[in-house]
T-cell receptor, first 115, second 110 residues
Framework: DSGVTQTPKHLITATGQRVTLRCSPRSGDLSVYWYQQSLDQGLQFLIQYYNGEERAKGNILERFSAQQFPDLHSELNLSSLELGDSALYFC??????????????FGPGTRLTVL | GEDVEQSLFLSVREGDSSVINCTYTDSSSTYLYWYKQEPGAGLQLLTYIFSNMDMKQDQRLTVLLNKKDKHLSLRIADTQTGDSAIYFCAATGTASKLTFGTGTRLQVTL
């Protein structure tokens, strides 16, 4: 158990809909990262937050957005869903944001299926 | 930016050694990591190596780093069926951004 929790575990929805994925980082970790894992794209970094502020952006679509709240939990919002958005979405957390050592602890993921 | 490449698939027999390879492009990468993803689970850090080291051993795991060629490998001795998983190589530079490879699926056969 990494200490990172994600809800829900599975989500099935229809094209055009909007969903929210939730992540609670490990106790004390200030950084939260979101990743998308699909069969054809592999593991793609989406976005990072540190202590409530956006710190880095990866291959995140404009239809997707995220935020980190004062209690450090984070939400990833996916809107106008398309079939190609079906994937595993992982949240990870780490204690450090500066310095080269960056061990990230991953949650179990949310499997999103868009029908 | 950093680019990390791995072969997609490796099949070995139980009891043999597995060697998973990775190449990276950013010569300023200071830490290199191996993560393991078991079926239906998130990634878990297996081991890491600092760029001033050539080798690191941790029980059945041996990490070799060739900084000149920007090549990293993970050797698993006496591979077991429980080692079947996807293995991700990852690297961080000075900005602490972690870049993952594509993952290598290790299949262990009896």
């Amino acid at each position: 158990d990494s200490g990172v929790t994600q809800t829900p575990k599975h989500l099935i929805t229809a094209t055009g809909q909007r969903v929210t994925l939730r992540c609670s980082p490990r106790s004390g970790d200030l950084s939260v990262y979101w990743y998308q894992q699909s069969l054809d794209q592999g593991l793609q970094f989406l976005i990072q937050y540190y202590n409530g502020e956006e710190r880095a952006k990866g291959n995140i679509l404009e239809r997707f957005s995220a935020q980190q709240f004062p209690d450090l939990h984070s939400e990833l919002n996916l809107s106008s869903l398309e079939l190609g958005d079906s994937a595993l979405y992982f949240c990870a957390s780490s204690a450090t944001v500066r310095g080269p050592y960056n061990e990230q602890f991953f949650g179990p993921g949310t499997r999103l299926t868009v029908l | 930016g950093e680019d990390v490449e791995q072969s997609l698939f490796l099949s070995v027999r139980e009891g043999d050694s597995s060697v998973i390879n990775c190449t990276y492009t950013d010569s300023s990468s200071t830490y290199l990591y191996w993560y393991k993803q078991e079926p239906g689970a998130g990634l878990q850090l297996l081991t890491y190596i600092f760029s001033n080291m050539d080798m690191k051993q941790d029980q059945r795991l041996t990490v070799l780093l060739n900084k000149k060629d920007k090549h990293l490998s993970l050797r698993i001795a006496d591979t077991q069926t429980g080692d079947s998983a996807i293995y991700f190589c990852a690297a961080t530079g000075t900005a602490s951004k972690l870049t993952f490879g594509t993952g290598t699926r290790l299949q262990v056969t009896l």
